[in-house]
Nanobody, 122 residues
Framework: QVQLVESGGGSVQAGGSLRLSCVASGRASSSAVYGWFRQAPGKEREFVALIRWHGGSPFYADSVKGRFTISRDNPKNTLYLQMNSLKPEDTAVYYC???????????????WGQGTQVTVAS
């Protein structure tokens, strides 16, 4: 059973940057897909980005394309989300998750971290 632990959240001014980390303990399937989601206050959780653990192109939500970068360090079992040019509307709890398919729908993800808060001040 893989467990996920996010870190790196915090408070920044608009235009600033943060890098989120998600450490996976345990061994996921070689075909696993790792994703980042976020949930703003009063809103549903939404997809942010995904990447295959063993290679392939990442995929981003339109709202973050060009500003966020998802990456992974396989030897360290760590997933990252580099967030640049942050906007107040990026304020949310960010979650990493694992799916068995290359899929952006939340229902495809079976393992979730506890989340890390990102707050962007205007």
């Amino acid at each position: 059973q893989v467990q996920l632990v996010e870190s790196g959240g915090g408070s920044v001014q608009a235009g600033g940057s943060l890098r989120l980390s998600c450490v996976a303990s345990g061994r996921a399937s070689s075909s696993a897909v790792y994703g980042w989601f976020r949930q703003a206050p009063g809103k549903e959780r939404e997809f942010v980005a995904l990447i295959r653990w063993h290679g392939g192109s990442p995929f981003y939500a339109d709202s973050v394309k060009g500003r966020f970068t998802i990456s992974r360090d396989n030897p360290k079992n760590t997933l990252y989300l580099q967030m640049n040019s942050l906007k107040p509307e990026d304020t949310a709890v960010y979650y990493c998750a694992i799916a068995s398919q290359y899929e952006r729908a939340e229902r495809a993800y079976h393992t979730w971290g506890q989340g890390t808060q990102v707050t962007v001040a205007s």
